[in-house]
């Protein structure tokens, strides 16, 4: 697990977690959906986000969101207050007198 938190802490300043919400259709041209994997998946990356361990900011999409539209602007949401988050403690890094390159 510890690999896991080292990876993503490194690589990932957000994370933004797709609920399983949608139905699964079964479609020749795709790897068969299993439920319950997913709702595996689900909880461990949760639960993942809550520990002390990850050092990121994350957000999830409730699963009542299934519309796509409504779905792309609540990651759009997400993405611009974390950018907005991201300056606001660049400026209080700045302002302490740590210098960027």
């Not at 139905?23 to 959906?33: F, L, T």
């Not at 520990?51 to 990121?56: C, D, H, K, M, N």
């Not at 994350?58 to 988050?85: F, G, W």
């Amino acid at each position: 697990m510890s690999r896991c938190f080292d990876v993503t802490n490194r690589h990932f300043s957000l994370v933004f977690v797709v609920q399983p919400a949608i139905p699964i259709v079964d479609d020749e041209k795709s790897a068969p959906g299993e439920a319950a994997f997913m709702e595996h998946m689900n909880a461990l990356v949760l639960g993942m986000c809550s520990s002390e361990l990850y050092q990121g900011v994350h957000y999830y999409l409730p699963r009542k969101i299934v519309d796509r539209q409504q779905r792309v602007t609540a990651l759009a949401n997400s993405i611009a207050q974390s950018v907005n988050l991201s300056r606001e403690r660049a400026t209080q890094l700045q302002e302490s007198g740590v210098a960027f390159h």
